[in-house]
């Protein structure tokens, strides 16, 4: 398997970009696709990353259509998002890696049956396994990748998910500080990051 992947990997590229103004800053927007079907990402960069001196901040963000378009308050996704927009532009160079990776990998259909399970009393781990799921089915090699067309390797990484840094890792970006996403906790969103602290071992203070 560790074969047919090398191919795909090493076609990434970035395929357009643009000025992108946001109520955050100014951002450059680049399209980065690979091979395979899902393997696109935008990322947004500020400041200069390529060849920069020292390892720009990073956030490799998940797409969360409930959370960052609809402001769902199931979980903290938009906040994340909201707060490392916010990090990167008070820095001198950062990146925001968006991917199409909905419901921790599941899909936007399934995650919604992942959330009519939970209204009946599971919590988000126990319902992606019930759907036949793993906790979580990222695979961020193709992130690695992208990261690597951006002429990124090494990352200051916004993240509180230790699996993400071990991952980026294994595919060749050194991460050189984790740097915690951690936006204010609210009534709604404490058992679903009590879970993912408990289930799958973020880095949550607080908890």
């Known amino acids: 398997m560790a074969g047919s992947k090398s191919p795909m990997r090493a076609s990434v ?6 000025k992108l103004p946001t109520s955050f800053g100014r951002f450059t927007i680049f399209g980065v696709k690979g091979a395979g079907p899902q393997d696109e990402a935008v990322a947004l960069v500020h400041g200069k990353i390529r060849g920069a001196k020292s390892a720009p901040l990073v956030r490799v963000h998940s797409q969360c259509l409930t ?10 996704c938009r906040a994340q998002l909201e707060l490392a927009l916010k ?4 820095s001198p160079a950062g990146l925001l890696l968006y ?3 909905e419901g921790r990998g599941i899909g936007l259909l399934n995650k919604i049956r ?29 992130s690695a990748e992208a990261l690597k067309a951006l ?12 699996d993400k840094v071990q991952q980026l890792e ?11 996403c951690q936006p204010r906790m ?14 799958m071992g973020h880095l949550l203070a607080g908890l």
Do not use: W
Not at 132 to 142: E, K, L, Q, S, W
Not at 151 to 162: E, H, I
Not at 186 to 199: I, Q
């Open 67 to 76: 959370g960052d378009v609809f402001h769902s308050l199931r979980c903290d």
């Open 151 to 162: 002429g990124v390797r090494r990352v200051r990484l916004l993240s509180n998910n230790p």
């Open 114 to 142: 992942a959330y009519e399970l939970q209204d009946g009393g599971m919590d988000t781990v126990q319902a992606n396994e019930s759907l036949g799921f793993a906790a979580d089915t990222r695979d961020y090699g193709f």
């Open 186 to 199: 609210t009534k709604l969103t404490r058992r679903y990051l009590s879970t993912k602290k408990s289930k």
């Open 87 to 90: 990090k990167i532009t008070a």
């Open 13 to 18: 590229k970035i395929v357009a970009q643009a």
């Open 99 to 101: 991917l199409p990776q």
């Open 170 to 180: 294994r595919a060749g970006i050194k991460v050189v500080e984790r740097v915690p």
